[in-house]
């Protein structure tokens, strides 16, 4: 009656061992350390990299306590945070732009640990300390984006066709194309009705010109707005992985916010500079037919603006895009023929085909590119193009410093953002306050658990004691699936662990006090414990199924720390159910099963209703 199977008894033990391993790592800790890999993703780190690096340090007289070598880079560990600065500055220095020098934490659990996959949890901003952004797109910015997009591909589409147009200009949010007769206007509209699904046609007459207004559709504007976001995500996902950051949070919150959260991260002027800056390259035409003298004295150009070229005199620029950053497929700091700092760009196929063709046709004439970050346009340079260049490479010179050089790589490789993007708020959470919050948490939950132990075991004795053993099992194995799950624990998901031992220890009260009815109505203490548990499973299967549908609403429509808290208490409710049910009837069993005349059931005071009559 009170007795498991071997198969039972096995499922727990196998159990509550792999949780034991997979929680040890927690209680290792991190230590301050500096990872170093090549600028280039193509590129992986080598031995050689490894003798350099330890030689740098050696020769600085700089201790380091572990070094641990991967194909994607190299992480030295140190004793302490002044070391960490003072080598990443050091070899930051030593091995030039080719390599990528980032601080980091790594835990200091045991190898063996590491190589079964045995992982501590990650802690989330709130107690590892690091840099909270929440950054705002601009829509606005993201359809003026799109808008250029369609008038460029519209243009080329009526020189296809050969359909003859006045002008194609983009007001507001309209694209307006205007014409001299009715009929290029009917064969422009059915043209652009054919191959453009997401663009609405209104046909309009001003004076002795024939318009066509072209805008979004709706549905194409929200699916525009929709993209935007979730390309800023990726785009800022890429340049968080250049810094190095570990388990970043980058996720969108509402229709046109990102949230992001770099925990560990100690350079947080540098992190936020990376972030709000949005850089991409346009490839256009000087104007050359244009008097600048006249543009400077206030006459404008319809097809033109006037820059400014880095390090040389006004510029008219057509405003005509012919390539854009999008066609770039890798952006490295170098430097030129002249030794001055460079960025070498590699295009993709299409973006090497259109400059071939650019290249090819303009012979003897200036080409600019323009950097663009921040909607700021800058004229970096404006070159003679000397001959065709058929292979997509391309090199960027002009008055900038090996520190710029580096970051414009980094943006232009990490991928140009849809659309700007604020940052509309900022909150750094310092080393000491996040150890401050760790240190309350496992308290709060330390202090919890004490007190209930004590309780138990007072007022239920004996079971009283198992229902805590089963309640230890229970944290246990909770902390072991937020390991192996590799989950970012917050503070809070430290409440949720809180909570679910409360929680957790109810299933125990239900069963310890269901042994006590059945006592009361005079039954044997044998069949009672196995009354007890088999009657009680049913209300706290419905107790535990009634909280888990709240937490799983929880995580599906909450955002940032309460999604944490719900993983946590969902979790929690599983470890609860097995530990309170097949952990605790297990010891029951071991101690009481095998006993066919068990009298007394230590399970506290029995009060029994008296027979007054």
Known sequence: MNRYPFWKYSIIVVSVLLGLIYTLPNFYGESPAVQISPMRATEKANSSLLVTVEKILKQNNILISGVLFEPSGIKVRFSDTDTQLKAKDLLQAQLGNKYMVALNLLSDSPQWLTDISALPMYLGLDLRGGVHFLLQVDMKGALSKSLDRFSADIRASLREKKIRYKRVSKENSQIIVKFRDLESRNKASGEIK??????????????????????????????????????????????????????????????????????????????????????????????????????????????????????????????????????????????????????????????????????????????????????????????????????????????????????????????????????????????????????????????????????????????GFISVTALGVNLLLLIALLSILQATLTLPGMAAIALTIGMAIDANVLINERIRDELRNGISPQVAINAGYERAFGTILDANITTLIAGIALFAFGSGPVKGFAVVLCLGILTSMFSAIMVSRSLVNLLYGRRQKLKIVPIGQVWKPSNNK
């Open 194 to 463: 054919n191959n453009y699904d997401d663009l609405s046609l209104r046909e309009q007459d001003v004076q002795d010109e024939f318009h066509l207004i072209i805008a979004l559709k709706q549905t194409a504007l929200k699916r525009m707005q929709d993209s935007a976001v979730q390309q800023n995500i990726t785009t800022l996902r890429n340049r968080v992985n250049e810094l190095g950051v570990a388990e970043p949070i980058i996720q969108q919150a509402g229709s046109d916010r990102v949230l992001v959260q770099l925990p560990g991260v100690q350079d947080t002027a540098k992190a936020k500079d990376i972030l709000g800056r949005t850089a991409t390259l346009e490839l256009r035409m000087v104007d050359e037919e244009q008097d600048v003298s006249i543009a400077l004295s206030g006459q404008n150009y319809s097809g033109s603006e006037l820059y400014t070229e880095r390090g040389g005199g006004p510029v008219l620029i057509k405003k005509q895009v012919m390539l854009t950053g999008d066609r770039i497929n890798d952006a490295q700091p170098g430097f030129d023929n002249n030794n001055q700092p460079a960025v070498h760009l590699n295009l993709d196929s299409n973006g090497a085909r259109i400059f071939k063709q650019l290249t090819r046709e303009n012979v003897g004439k200036r080409m600019a590119i323009l950097l663009i970050e921040k909607s700021q346009k800058e004229v970096i340079t404006a070159p003679v193009i000397r001959e065709e260049i058929p292979s997509g490479r391309v090199q960027i010179t002009g008055n900038m410093t090996i520190s710029e050089a580096r970051d414009i790589s980094l943006l232009l490789r990490a991928g140009a953002l849809a659309a700007p993007m604020d940052i509309i708020e900022e909150r750094t959470v310092g080393p000491s306050l996040g150890a401050e919050n760790i240190a309350r948490g496992f308290n709060s939950t330390l202090w919890g658990f004490a007190a209930i132990a004590i309780f138990m075991t007072v007022y239920y004795l004996i079971f």
